[in-house]
Every structure is written in C-alpha cells, then in structure tokens.
Nanobody
Framework: QVQLVESGGGLVQAGGSLTLACRAS????????IGWYRQAPGKEREFVAN???????NYADSVKDRYTISRDNGNNMVYLRMTNLKPEDTAVYYC?????????WGQGTQVTVSS
C-alpha cells in the first residue's frame, strides 16, 4: 500500500500562484507515473499533469504554459507549480501515482481561485 499526502492548497486571487506538494510513502524513483488530477464541483475528475518513468511530462491543454510539474525523487515528492490561476482552476487537486499496475490516490487538497 502506498500513501500519498498532498499539501499546499488554499485560497488565492485570480492571477496568483500556488505550489502543491505530494509526498509518497514509497520511493518515486521507479514509479511508472506520478502526477495530478483535479475535480471541480459537479464535474468529473480530470487529468492535469504527470511525469512518467521514461522522463516524459504531460499537461492538460487547459493548464499548459501555466502549470509546471516537478519531482524530487530523493524525498519521494512531486510538486505542481500553478501560476496565472483562473477561477475555473478551482477544484480539489489529487495526487496520483501508478506503481506497476496499481493506481494510488491522495486525499486531495482544495484550491480556490477568487475573481
């Protein structure tokens, strides 16, 4: 079992920035992929960004050029730097990690962007 713990959410004005962090209880050196999803009220959970074992990084079109994902494998951490935040970015953000064929989720952290 792998635990993922997110932190860094909060309330920010439009145009502002936040950095989310996710700590994994298992080494992230060989994780197949690790990244972020989000779920806004009344909407389905959607992909935001991930970092794969092959070194590739992927972003949803809606956050490309505004969000940056990074990893610190030595500390089993993954970060999401969010800039130029918009009210439509308001959601619960979840950390996700794929170890082998098993997907793990964090409990989520709330991000609220006021207009």
């Amino acid at each position: 079992q792998v635990q993922l713990v997110e932190s860094g959410g909060g309330l920010v004005q439009a145009g502002g920035s936040l950095t989310l962090a996710c700590r994994a209880s298992k080494s992230t050196f060989r994780v197949n992929s690790i990244g972020w999803y989000r779920q806004a009220p009344g909407k389905e959970r959607e992909f935001v960004a991930n970092s794969r074992q092959d070194g590739s990084i992927n972003y949803a079109d809606s956050v490309k050029d505004r969000y940056t994902i990074s990893r610190d494998n030595g500390n089993n951490m993954v970060y999401l730097r969010m800039t130029n935040l918009k009210p439509e970015d308001t959601a619960v953000y979840y950390c996700n990690a794929l170890y082998g064929r098993t997907s793990y989720w964090g409990q989520g952290t709330q991000v609220t962007v006021s207009s």
